[in-house]
């Protein structure tokens, strides 16, 4: 799963209207225009295509690297919890987490965790929405420090899983 398609499932299972992703980005520290957001979200062809279509598409879609997405995640912590109170000597912007792309879910869960409040069994109980049952020794290495001895990679699949139970936990 790429940065895109995580940015259209974040999209789908919140419900955030393309107004807010283009809010949310500027409390994330990136300008983005209502086009460019919506360049962005434009889902990639996996049917047979030629060359000529990929060059065509690479035209209408726009990349959302690893730091646009952490903006994004950063922006949407901002959106729905409000600005963090100013510590003196630290800097207003959080140092980048997403280390490599192995890492985006991981991230991605934490900061959901953090903007939505989530406990965790509120975690556990969107992944029993989706129909996958977790216990709480199973999620905690998802939150660990990448290089801890338990840190564990979160799966597309996971992560696709945790998204569609927000999906469904917000459409109640």
Do not use: W
Not at 59 to 81: A, P, Q
Not at 115 to 132: R, Y
């Amino acid at each position: 799963m790429n940065n895109n398609e995580i940015l259209i499932r974040l999209r789908d299972a919140l419900d955030i209207k393309n107004t807010d992703m283009v809010e949310i980005f500027k409390l994330g520290g990136i300008e983005l225009t209502s086009e460019e957001v919506s360049m962005m979200l434009i889902e990639s062809k996996d049917s047979d295509h030629n060359e000529d279509q990929d060059i065509e598409e690479k035209k209408e879609n726009l990349e959302c690297n690893n730091d646009s997405l952490e903006s994004f995640l950063n922006g949407f912590i901002i959106f729905k919890r409000g600005e963090p109170d100013s510590i003196p000597g630290k800097s207003k912007k959080p140092p980048l987490a997403i280390k490599n792309s192995k890492s985006v879910n991981n991230v991605m869960l934490k900061k959901l965790k953090i903007a939505l409040s989530l406990t965790a069994e509120d975690m556990l109980d969107i992944f029993e929405e989706a129909g996958t049952f977790v216990t709480k020794g199973e999620l905690s290495p998802l939150f660990r420090k990448e290089g801890h001895t338990h840190y564990k990679y979160c799966s597309d699949n996971f992560a696709i899983k945790f998204l569609n139970g927000v999906a469904i936990k917000n459409q109640r």
